[in-house]
């Protein structure tokens, strides 16, 4: 999937995550968690990749649920099995 771009004033590039026909509503706390999830699960398999996953998850997902994740992952309290 390609991520969306557009072009904005002078030679700045804002890149969002690619629609995806899984989360077609607006609320996107799934289409977030799931991003998340794909990053982590690419990075643990060793992928090479993982990038366009950790975009993805960054245009979407709130900065404090990242922020909790993140910590609940260093914690080993995280829910996700990645």
């Given at each position: ?11 700045i ?31 643990a ?38």
């Amino acid at each position: 999937m390609p991520i969306q771009t557009a072009k904005c004033e002078g030679d700045i590039e804002v890149k969002t995550a690619p629609f995806d026909p899984r989360f077609p509503v607006c609320n996107q706390a799934k289409h977030c968690y799931t991003r998340y999830n794909e990053y982590h699960k690419c990075m643990a398999e060793g992928g090479e990749d993982c990038e366009k996953y950790a975009k993805a998850y960054r245009s979407i997902c709130p900065t404090e649920w990242v922020t909790k994740w993140n910590e609940q992952r260093d914690e080993g309290t995280y829910a996700g099995k990645y």
